[in-house]
């Protein structure tokens, strides 16, 4: 260790002498004398000037005159005595006076420590001043090492309970996470039982409440087994009955207990039953502590902590942090028991979303299949050339019917993709005007029926975007068919597109009902319609088309200067980065020579299987038909098979199951039919191997291009 310099310090440094005497030349004497100590020298003439300094500063010695006008040295040295800070003051007296029996005696009594008769020595007198100098210098230098002592006795103290304090608080921190660690509810309780122990306890049992009122053990955890009582702790405790009743005093109250002395009776209050207290005791524990596992409004439990350990420290501290450990382990609690509730309610959500989704897929199965055999009947016969115009017209509303009920359908089920966020986009370079006039040829008939005026102003030259085009002409035809809606007979609809900011524009104006001003904000919600429902539909058009727009990363807004005044919705879309040729390169270029194909068609459905198998062999197709995945094994065992065309329903198995059983033997081009168009379907279709998946009702024209296509590829 380096030397203590505050040892050596004092001693260099000067000490203060008081010299009293009234007689300036004995002073000056006195002075010369002591001048050679070199130290501070105070001179007083009187005794009251004497005092009048020691009220300034400490002295280590006074040298004092006896014989004083008006107050002598024995009243001066009386009246020093009567001050605290100067009653051990080393006095010497000197004096003239040689009555030595009276003077010394009293001189003496009053505390003096030398009585010195004039003429004085020197060398005496000096060496005598000397002693209680240096004597003063050793006190003081004590003094200051004994308040050096204390002052890093406290702060060393003050070190000891900051770092116990970070200690604790890093503790507690550590302790924040561990418990915020897992949401489980039985593993919150394990972790907080080993948290306890070794830093809080030998042993702890943590016990959860029930919902009757009872306590149940969830949790146990126990330092190092080599202590014979603890192991004997560890072993009888937990399955007894005093384990429970440790916690459920406080569990009851939620207020803290803890005995620092086991043996003073303070037991009695926690454990009722004289066994349970003699059970406790058994183990040679302590101290023992119990903290509820308190939320703000109720109890969760209980935690119980026995030490068996000598010298583990037991009081508030101890019990503190107990407590702050046991509020943070509730808090964990709490929040995985409601994270339990929320999994349970999310679970219990996800049932009735799955139920649902079966039930709209079943739903969506079951109308659609009838609507095939119909369509592709009403199309066959609208193919007749000697067909009467009457009847021809009665066919088209036929069709358009069939036609509207289906896009009821696949709007509910767009509806149930778009709210949960799956719909999904093919995307290709596409021609917007193009696909704006077939969405327009579509929704010709019923402009013409209702004699609506029609303007269109394709105006925008930029029109190259990178789209789903099956989605974009979904948008235009629901937007243009919303305006025919609206629209009464002889009124007039506006079509326009246009460029701004490196947009495609899109504008469909009507002069119809209009859309009052509360409606407005809402008119792109589900099923919303306003005062808009006499006109009959869901009431699903514009909010998917808006879903659809956004999904494109479009904007659909909405204008109306009020009912009657009639309405314009804007759609616009950001313009991909390519040219007109890019879209020509894009487009299959047209078919050569028809193909005939061998076709196997698997549908379950009598009329629809019937009315597909002729409308296909009238093609010049060779269709062979089977009504369940049995028949059709058997068909493809006698016959070699080009393309599958498939319902995915069937009442012996699957589509899916079946199309697995014929890749086995060769290769077949799939066409997945089914009534249930929802996107889990489509997936589970295509990954067997089905290369296209059509929607019931089938539109023949387009299977007929899907096998045309199967046999150029």
Not at 94 to 109: L, Q, W
Not at 276 to 287: H, I, K, M, W
Not at 424 to 438: F, G, I, K, P
């Amino acid at each position: 260790m380096p030397p203590d310099s505050s040892a050596t310090e004092p001693a260099d440094e000067k000490v203060s002498i008081l010299i009293v005497d009234d007689r300036p030349d004995k002073m000056l004497a006195h002075e010369t004398v002591l001048s050679e100590l070199n130290q501070n020298l105070v001179c007083a003439a009187s005794g009251k000037e004497a005092l009048r300094c020691l009220l300034k500063q400490d002295f280590a010695v006074i040298l004092l005159d006896v014989n004083m006008p008006g107050m002598d040295g024995f009243e001066t040295a009386a009246l020093i005595r009567q001050r605290q800070r100067s009653e051990t003051t080393p006095i010497i007296f000197i004096s003239a006076v040689n009555d030595t029996e009276t003077h010394v005696s009293r001189g003496y009594s009053l505390g003096a420590v030398d009585y010195i008769l004039t003429p004085v020595v020197p060398e005496i007198l000096r060496a005598k001043i000397a002693v209680f100098v240096d004597l003063f210098k050793k006190t003081e230098q004590v003094k200051r090492q004994a308040e050096e002592r204390e002052k890093l006795i406290r702060e060393q103290a003050a070190r000891a309970e900051a770092e116990a304090r970070q200690e604790r608080l890093a503790f507690l921190a550590d302790a924040s996470n561990v418990l915020a660690g897992s949401l489980d509810y039985d593993e919150t309780f394990r972790n907080l039982a080993h948290l306890v122990v070794p830093r809080v306890a030998d042993f702890c049992i943590v016990l959860a409440a029930e919902e009757g009122g009872g306590l149940r053990q969830v949790a146990v955890a126990h330092s190092n087994l080599e202590q014979p009582a603890l192991r004997k702790l560890a072993e009888e405790f937990p399955a007894s009955p005093a384990a429970r009743a440790g916690g459920a005093q406080v569990a009851k109250t939620g207020r803290s207990q803890m005995c620092c002395d086991l043996n003073n009776g303070e037991l009695e209050e926690i454990f009722e039953r004289p066994e349970d207290r003699e059970l406790l005791l058994s183990f040679a524990p302590t101290s023992f502590i119990a903290v509820p596992l308190k939320t703000h409004d109720r109890v969760l439990g209980a935690i119980v902590m026995v030490n068996t350990t000598e010298g583990r420290l037991c009081g508030a501290e101890e019990l503190s942090l107990a407590e702050e450990l046991a509020h943070r382990a509730a808090l964990a609690i709490d929040n995985a028991g409601l994270y339990k509730v929320a999994q349970k309610a999310r679970a219990e959500s996800e049932r009735a979303n799955l139920a649902k989704d079966s039930f709209l897929a079943m739903l969506s199965h079951e109308l659609r299949t009838p609507l095939t055999p119909v369509l592709t009947s009403v199309l066959t016969l609208e193919q007749a050339e000697a067909l009467p115009e009457d009847v021809r017209e009665s066919l088209q509303m036929i069709r358009r019917n069939v036609e509207l009920e289906a896009r009821l359908i696949d709007d509910l089920l767009d509806l149930t993709r778009i709210s949960k966020g799956k719909v999904q986009l093919s995307l290709e370079l596409v021609d917007a005007h193009l696909l704006l006039r077939n969405a327009l040829e579509i929704c010709q008939a019923d402009i013409d029926h209702k004699n609506l005026s029609l303007q269109t102003d394709f105006a925008a030259d930029k029109v190259c975007l990178e789209a789903d085009p099956a989605r974009l002409q979904q948008i235009f035809w629901n937007l243009i068919k919303n305006a025919v809606k609206f629209t009464p007979e002889g009124g007039r609809l506006q079509i326009r597109t246009g460029n701004d900011d490196g947009q495609l524009r899109v504008e469909i104006s009507d002069s119809g009902m209009g859309i009052d001003a509360e409606t407005l904000p809402k008119i792109f919600n589900a099923f919303e319609q306003g005062e808009r429902t006499q006109l009959g539909g869901l009431g699903l058009g514009l909010a998917i088309s808006k879903a659809l727009v956004e999904t494109h990363h479009g904007k659909l807004t909405a204008e109306s200067a009020g009912p009657n005044q009639g309405a314009t919705f804007t759609a616009t879309f950001p313009i991909a980065n390519s040219d007109a040729g890019a879209i020509a390169a894009s487009i299959p270029s047209s078919p050569g020579a028809r193909k005939s194909m061998r076709i196997l068609l698997v549908e379950d459905h009598e009329d629809t299987n019937r009315s597909l198998t002729h409308l296909l062999r009238r093609r010049g197709y060779e269709v062979q038909a089977a009504r369940s995945v049995e028949s059709a094994l058997k068909l493809a065992e006698n016959e070699r098979f080009d393309v599958l065309v498939s319902d995915i329903g069937l009442p012996d198995g699957s589509g899916i199951d079946l199309m697995q059983k014929l890749k086995n033997d060769h290769p077949i081009f799939g066409i997945a039919l089914t009534g249930f168009g929802m996107e889990e379907d489509l997936r589970r279709s295509h990954d067997v191997g089905f290369i296209h998946h059509l929607i019931k009702p089938v539109d023949l024209n387009r299977l007929d291009a899907l096998i045309q296509q199967s046999a150029a590829a």
